[in-house]
Nanobody, 124 residues
Framework: QVQLVESGGGLVQAGGSLRLSCVASGRTFSVYFMGWFRQAPGKEREFVAAINWTGGRTYYADSVKGRFTISRDSTKTTVYLQLNILKPEDTAEYYC?????????????????WGQGTQVTVSS
């Protein structure tokens, strides 16, 4: 089992920045991908970014490329999502997720561990 706890959400004006953190515990050695997803009210959950936990390769949704950055710490227990140049359409509940096998990094159905979520609200 892998436990995930997110933090760092909040209210920010358009153009501002936030940094989300997700602390992983448990069988973190088994993690293959860590990802961030988001869900806005009335919309389906969507992929935001992912990182290969061993090699560090990163992947982004087109809507956030160039504005958001996913990274991990050297101990491989925390994943971050730096959110820059925020837009009102970035408003959503953001979820950290982990999967312990290869395959798709963008399919939320393939992630088997999830955090509780952290709210990001961007005002115009």
């Amino acid at each position: 089992q892998v436990q995930l706890v997110e933090s760092g959400g909040g209210l920010v004006q358009a153009g501002g920045s936030l940094r989300l953190s997700c602390v992983a515990s448990g069988r973190t050695f088994s993690v293959y991908f860590m990802g961030w997803f988001r869900q806005a009210p009335g919309k389906e959950r969507e992929f935001v970014a992912a990182i290969n936990w061993t090699g560090g390769r990163t992947y982004y949704a087109d809507s956030v490329k160039g504005r958001f950055t996913i990274s991990r710490d050297s101990t491989k227990t925390t994943v971050y999502l730096q959110l820059n140049i925020l837009k009102p359409e970035d408003t959503a509940e953001y979820y950290c997720a982990a999967k312990d096998y290869s395959g798709s990094y963008y399919d939320d159905g393939q992630y088997n561990y999830w955090g509780q979520g952290t709210q990001v609200t961007v005002s115009s």
